[in-house]
């Protein structure tokens, strides 16, 4: 399935969705929820990137947004009325940079019906679709099980063994989506430490997107991805960032240029930084 999606193809579509709203600010964790109540798409519902997108730090699961369980993800989707049959369409407000962590978790336990939407609420709103106040109720609960993982991912001590052994590109490519500066250890407004993993390189998650702030066209993303990664197969290639939200961002764009299977590493450098004694 396209993991992109118009809004006229959101609008064609015929059988049963649910869209939801994961509008956030990482300076500000109530943003998201007021822009919610102020707008959104008609029957949309509101998922906290910070809560319901994320979980509680365990050992392997560490980072600012470690993963919330596989079996409390699906059950949040139940509660949205959500069936294995249902899409599931995320849309936010920066050029579906949450609304990827979205795709990614959904993929992750299984669920394949599950897209972007394609400029978010901007093309929404200049499509001339109309914005609604109300408070999402589902029309009745669904049943989501967890089932086999359509995404793999990487943790910490697998990229501590491979940044031992010299991040050996054979092996694997990690695949930063911090803006270059961040990279570059230049600023880092966000970690207490500023860098890189050993042995990544850099792909910033704007990169995917047009002057309009939608994605390029699968050729031209794929021509971009192929000119950085050359003859690695996707399946060896990871993807990193802060803390496992924009590299679904370059996950998806993958996706959707015909590059499937890529892992995330979901702990990324604000894990990494974190360690007793952390290298840039």
Sequence with gaps: MNPIITCEELIGFA????????????????AGIMAYAQGHLPGAAFLSVDEELSGEQTPGNGGRHPLPSAEAFAQQLAELGATEDTLLVAYDDHGGLFASRFWWLARWIGHLPVAVLDGGLRAWVESGGP???????????GEMAVGPSLCPRWDLKMI????AASSHPEVAMLVDARASNRFRGEVEPIDPVAGHIPGSINRPYLSNLNEQGRFKTPSALRDEFTALLGEADPTSVVHSCGSGISAC??????EAAGLAGSALYPGSWSEWCGRASPAS
């Design 249 to 254: 961002h370059n996950l998806l764009a993958m």
């Design 160 to 163: 501590e063994a491979w940044v």
């Design 131 to 141: 914005l609604k106040t109300d408070e999402f109720k589902a029309a009745k609960a």
């Design 15 to 30: 059988g049963p969705v649910i869209l939801v709203d994961v509008r956030h600010s990482l300076t500000d964790p109530t």
